[in-house]
């Protein structure tokens, strides 16, 4: 999961969405980064987006792998870094979503994955699933980081951030999520069966524990795609 920020950015590119203009340094849009003004910051935000594509076009046409694109961008993006981490702390929920996926693509260090790690837990949907996807970008595998994932999936408040944060666990081989991983399988959730499923798949003979609940699940569904993903975990874990 490492390199899906930037096979996003690429993808982009790709497509045509995005065309890389004459590069300018991640220190031109400083300014605009610490205004008062909402726009602005956006602006500058998603310029900073924008100058990250080029970058990885330019990695793209000379040849390098997915790794080398990104110290590229890590590289671009690191005058910048202290300034997208006081944005994480904005009040608008965009800027904080936009600067968190920036921080994702940085030269992850200690005050990055406080950053992002604090923004799993943060009001607004949108940015806690940004901020599940670049914790594992940057490696922020910590205590705290592992705390407030096991409380996304216990709680299962909403399946999308669910889906997130079981996808980390499943990355990080989290021995402590097999627990509320089996458990989600009798969600009221059939998307959350299905993902906790996929991801006790993944577990292998680590989820032998879950094993009870996958087959009480299997007896009470009558979703083919369900049966489907538990039969699999069932044979995998087996």
């Not at 990250?52 to 793209?60: G, L, S």
């Not at 608008?92 to 799993?120: K, M």
Request: charged residues 25%; aromatic residues 4%.
């Amino acid at each position: 999961m490492k390199n899906i920020l930037v096979y996003v950015i690429l993808t982009l590119v790709q497509s045509g969405l995005i065309h890389a203009q004459e590069l300018p340094t991640a220190d031109t849009v400083k300014t605009q980064m610490v205004s008062s003004d909402k726009t602005r910051k956006m602006l500058a935000l998603k310029q900073l987006i924008s100058n990250c594509q080029t970058v990885i076009k330019r990695t793209q046409t000379s040849g390098n792998d997915k790794e080398a694109k990104l110290v590229d961008v890590r590289r671009y993006l690191q005058p910048v870094q202290p300034e997208l981490i006081q944005l994480a702390g904005d009040k608008d929920s965009r800027v904080r979503s936009l600067s968190c996926y920036l921080l994702g693509l940085t030269q992850p260090n200690t005050e990055v994955i406080r950053t992002v790690t604090a923004l799993i837990s943060d009001s607004e949907d949108d940015v806690r699933r940004t901020a599940l996807g670049s914790i594992v970008a940057i490696g922020g595998d910590t205590p705290e980081a592992r705390k407030l994932i096991l409380e996304i999936l216990t709680q299962r408040a909403n399946a999308s951030v669910f889906r997130y944060a079981a996808k980390v666990a499943g990355e990080w081989r989290m021995k402590e999520a097999v627990l509320p991983l089996a458990e989600s399988l009798h969600s009221d959730n059939n998307y959350v069966k299905q993902v906790s499923a996929q991801v006790l798949d993944g577990y292998g003979s680590e989820a032998i524990s879950a094993l009870p609940d996958l087959k009480r699940a299997l007896n009470e569904t009558s979703d083919q795609k369900l049966k489907e993903l538990i039969s699999s975990a069932i044979e995998n874990i087996n």
